[in-house]
């Protein structure tokens, strides 16, 4: 099995220009771009805190893509079943996996650049004060390993349906899954009633603690792990539902 | 060059093709005749590797689909019912995605590009995106991602459906110039077709073989010496059973 092969490469060319061939990718952008900024600086307020900090920038990933992940990863496997080219793609000579792991990272990447064209939030805050490089370098990479999961979850949902609202929706509510299981807001809530064991395992399948400790500028491997695992799980998944459901 | 061995698929309690054999040599058009529903575009699946069997296996230049599935498909070009395609693509950028994918690089991956663009005559769209194209250009676009490797089996699933009599004609045209190399496969319920284009045909009704031969041995069979009674005659009835083949 091999993954970056010369056809993958092939695959994820052709995807992320499919995303620049449309104005949508740049309506995209300028919307994440937007969003995150509106939520760190009037929702947040973050001028108001007068400190050099960016955990209130980087504590709205998780949840802008919650919205937008889904939006960008819907098109990529829906869209082959609804038009046919899923039998073009699949009867040319590539492996599934060549052609699943094309897409993958041409979704990731566009989303990754989405992420780090965020940029100007960090130079102003550097310039205004002292923030920690540590806590920039492990926020943006957790903010890109959450957004390569995600990607993930919404590339297994496109493979069910040929209707991108569908797969849209239920990315939508997976990721919603991943992100709530382990927030502490809800963590506290659900504590007061169910056992502690039963709430720590749920939580252990979330995102947010993976997240929020490479937030704090600790890089550990066991965060890094998790989130491969997301992936390479979400994507085997999405592996079986082609395999066994060619014509949908 | 191309042995079909016994196909059959089975969707749960319906099987849509029931133990297909048969032969294409290079040189051959064959047609693939059926009433709509009987298995043909089942079978086309079968042999282009989209759907894997529930039994038997199609060997193409001795790469067998099952086994070797990725050899196989290098030797065969497809053109899917209704010419699917990624319509946001250039007719350039779509043909050179696909030289990509069949491993040309440089300059050879430029050559096989004009080549197909001026075998199938899409020199006046090479760069119009392909949503915008007529269904004949489209028809011919997918014809060009077929044929864009010089395939020694090319697979045609009702390539004429829905065109007009003069993109019939220049499809037809097509078909007929690139027959002496290759061993070409086309499925149709468009009896005028078999007569205008195959060298051979084969009947299929409900995942069966019901008649084979020549269109002169077919026509024969019938006392008014023509294919639509034959047809008739070998597929009434059964059409609408397997219609649900999903």
Same mark, same amino acid.
């Given at each position: 099995m091999k993954l970056c092969s010369a056809n993958t490469w092939e695959i994820f060319k052709r995807e992320l220009r499919a995303y620049f061939e449309s104005p949508v990718a740049y309506v995209f952008l300028i919307f994440y771009l937007m969003l995150i900024m509106f939520l760190t600086f009037f929702v947040s307020r973050f001028y108001e805190a007068n400190q050099a900090d960016l955990k209130y920038f980087f504590f709205w990933f998780p949840w802008v893509n919650l919205l937008l992940v889904p939006a960008a990863t819907m098109r990529l496997w829906a869209e082959e079943r609804r038009t046919g080219t899923i039998e073009l793609l699949l009867t040319f000579p590539v492996t599934l996996t060549e052609a699943l792991a094309g897409k993958f990272f041409a979704a990731w990447a566009f989303m990754s650049l989405a992420t780090l064209l965020t940029f100007p939030i960090v130079i102003t805050t550097a310039w205004l004060g002292d923030p920690d490089g540590g806590a920039v370098v492990g926020g943006y990479l957790g903010a890109i390993l959450l957004a390569g999961a995600y990607v993930a979850v919404g590339i297994l949902t496109s493979t069910t349906t040929r209707n991108q609202v569908i797969g849209f929706v239920l990315a939508f509510v997976v990721c919603l899954f991943l992100a709530l299981a382990g927030w502490p807001p809800v963590t506290d809530i659900v504590n007061r009633w169910a056992p502690s064991w039963l709430v720590n395992a749920v939580a252990s399948l979330s995102v947010m603690p993976h997240y929020e400790s490479l937030q704090r500028g600790v890089i550990d491997l066991r965060d890094v792990v998790y989130y491969a695992s997301v992936m390479v799980l979400a994507l085997f998944g999405a592996y079986l539902v082609i395999e066994n459901r060619k014509s949908a | 060059m191309l042995e079909v061995k016994n196909l059959r698929k089975r969707y749960g309690a319906i099987e849509a093709v029931r133990g297909i054999s048969f032969t294409a040599q290079k040189g051959e058009i064959l047609g693939v005749l059926g009433?709509?529903? +009987?298995g043909k575009s089942t079978t086309m699946r079968m042999i282009t590797g989209f759907l894997p069997p529930t039994e038997g296996t199609a060997v193409i230049a001795d790469f067998d689909i099952v086994e070797q599935p990725i050899e196989a498909k290098r030797q065969i070009g497809y053109l899917p019912e209704n010419a699917?395609?990624? +319509?946001?693509?250039?007719v350039f950028g779509f043909l050179d995605f696909v030289a990509g994918i069949r491993g040309y690089r440089g300059a050879e991956r430029r050559r096989r590009i004009e080549s197909a663009i001026e075998r199938c005559r899409l020199e006046t769209v090479r760069h119009q995106p392909i949503e915008t194209l007529s269904k004949g250009y489209r028809q011919r676009v997918c014809f060009a991602q077929a044929v864009l490797h010089d395939p020694l089996l090319l697979v045609m699933d009702e390539?004429?459906?829905?065109?007009d009599p003069n993109q019939k004609f220049v499809v037809r045209e097509m078909i007929r110039s690139m027959a002496a190399e290759k061993a070409i496969l086309i499925s149709t319920h468009i009896l005028e077709e078999v007569e205008a284009v195959c060298t051979r045909a084969i009947i299929i009704d409900a995942g069966h073989i019901v008649a084979e031969g020549t269109p002169a041995d077919l026509k024969a069979r019938?006392?008014?010496?023509?294919l639509d009674e034959v047809f008739r005659m070998l597929t009434q009835g059964t059409a609408e059973q397997v219609t649900a083949h999903r």
């Open positions: - | 009433p709509n529903g +009987a699917p395609l990624y +319509a946001e693509m250039t390539p004429t459906d829905g065109l019938h006392p008014s010496g023509r």
